[in-house]
């Protein structure tokens, strides 16, 4: 199995410009969390789907953040327009049925830089 | 909002050393933990998962759950300088949340030769 993919790897970009990273779950996982990760707050939830449909998003800083699921394959979080903090990595997950003994499998993550 | 502490570290323990890795989590009724181990620059992996009250051991591993006291701990045995890493407790949710876990600050382990 190929893992949870994730794209850019890497990502340094300006103030105000529009990023989008992307994500393509674990084939057959119903469920998919978008997190983001600094020293200062730890692993925090943005958002996550299930079945394509966002359950929670409360986490979502700010209406700069959106997020889509357009198919069980391929998820985007978009920020637009970016700020030097939102600087973080951002981990997408996935995970099958959402079941007690079922658990999370992470992405390698996008390091996203905004100067 | 659940709420699931981990003791704030940073942990040394020399090779050889038990580390000790201690998580406490504020629902009484969450019944599945997860231990994930982050090495730095790098994605969270699954390590340990436990549901029942007691012990569970995978190799040098050891998870423990105490769910009256709502306490669960990760024994690395013979830790080795490959298991410094930030160790990441996770609980998963209940009910209308039963897909997402919540996930601890993390614990930073360095084993120093």
């Known amino acids: 199995d190929a893992g949870v993919i994730q794209s850019p790897r890497h990502e340094v970009t300006e103030m105000g410009q529009e990023v989008t990273l992307r994500c393509k779950p674990i084939?057959?996982?119903?469920?998919l969390f978008w997190y983001r990760q600094t020293m200062m707050r730890g692993l925090e939830l943005l958002i996550y789907f299930n079945n394509n449909v966002p359950i929670d998003d409360s986490g979502m800083p700010e209406d700069r953040f959106s997020a889509k699921m357009p198919n069980a394959s391929f998820s985007t979080l978009k920020i637009q327009p970016s700020e030097p903090r939102d600087s973080a990595v951002y981990f997408c997950?996935?995970?099958?049925?959402?079941?007690?003994?079922?658990?999370?499998?992470f992405g390698p993550g996008t390091r996203l830089l905004v100067l | 909002q659940k709420e699931v502490e981990q003791n704030s570290g940073p942990l040394s323990v020399p090779e050889g050393a038990i580390a000790s890795l201690n998580c406490t989590y504020s629902?009484?009724?969450?019944?599945?933990f997860f231990w994930y181990r982050q090495y730095s620059g790098k994605s969270p992996e699954l390590i340990m998962s436990?549901?029942?009250?007691g012990d569970k051991e995978d190799g040098r591993f050891t998870a423990q759950l105490n769910k009256a006291s709502q306490y669960v701990s990760l024994l690395i045995r013979d830790s080795q300088p490959s298991d410094s890493a930030t160790y990441l407790c996770a609980v998963r949710g209940r009910g209308s949340t039963l897909g997402r876990l919540y996930f601890g600050r993390g614990t930073q382990l360095t084993v120093w030769p």
């Open positions: 084939s057959g996982h119903d469920y």
């Open positions: 436990i549901y029942s009250n």
């Open positions: 629902d009484r009724v969450s019944q599945s």
């Open positions: 997950a996935s995970s099958r049925h959402g079941k007690e003994q079922e658990t999370q499998y």
